[in-house]
DNA sequence: ATGACTCCCAGTGGGAGA
């Protein structure tokens, strides 16, 4: 089984692009992020002719999420139960017995911001919630834009990125929450090349220069972590014209 | 260096992203 997490900033424009990684990648199961799109925009028959079904959850302008699979989702979710959110930000769904939640995690924009304040809230009903997805699916996958670099070596420059927003000590701390829920980072489960980006800034020729940040992840509940064959960024789509500034990260498991 | 680019909605600029 083959899943993977893609923030395409606007699937209006990338769906061209979309399409062409699935027919290159036929992943069993991919989440979205920032499809930037409202629910009556989300070009849902172009992507049943490419053999997915999707489950999405949108809004005007920003943010928007999906699950795209091959066979039905079961069980949809659209944000985290119980917490207010006007922000479309997540999608869950069942899929050939694994529980698969996509998120785009909040920015945060800068430590000392009402966003941040939101974003940790966030996080904090996330934390909450996935521990009860966890006690009704052992088998769960947590991928997305999770807008966090858990380490320094996720931060092309450690020293400009001192607890800056992505590398605070709050948003690392969150991060180590989910794993202390049993969750891995199967990235970190394998040797990867050093300085493994999924995202790189548009601007200064960040991405010729290898200047990013690893924020796009997937974690993996213990009850999967034995089956977990590869992870890997795929930063084919990076090169393209009109790329999205992130890279997909693909797992595969036995 | 409060920069740079891209996207969106708007509307002939500005907010947000990270």
Known sequence: MRLATWNVNSLAVRLPQLLDWLAANPVDAIVLQETKLT??????????????????????????????TRSAATDIVRNIPGFGDEQARVIAGTVDGVRVIGAYFPNGQAPDSDKFQYKMRWLAALHDWLATELAQHPKLVLMGDYNIAPEDRDVYDPVAFFEQIH????????????????????FRM???????????????????????????????????????????????PRKNERPSDHAPVLITLT
Request: charge should be neutral; hydrophobic fraction near 40%; aromatic fraction near 12%.
């Open 39 to 68: 629910d009556e925009k989300f070009p849902h028959s172009e992507l049943a002719a490419a053999g997915y079904v999707a489950q999405w959850f949108g809004q005007k302008t920003y943010n928007g999420v999906a699950l795209l």
């Open 167 to 186: 590398c605070t000590p709050q948003e690392r701390a969150h991060f180590a929450g989910l794993l202390s829920l049993g969750l891995h980072d199967a």
């Open 190 to 236: 394998f040797e990867q090349p050093p300085k493994s980006w999924s995202w790189w800034d548009y601007r200064n020729l960040a991405f010729r220069r290898n200047q990013g940040l690893r924020i796009d992840h997937i974690l993996v509940s213990e009850a999967l972590k034995g089956q977990v064959s590869a992870c890997v960024i795929d930063k084919l």
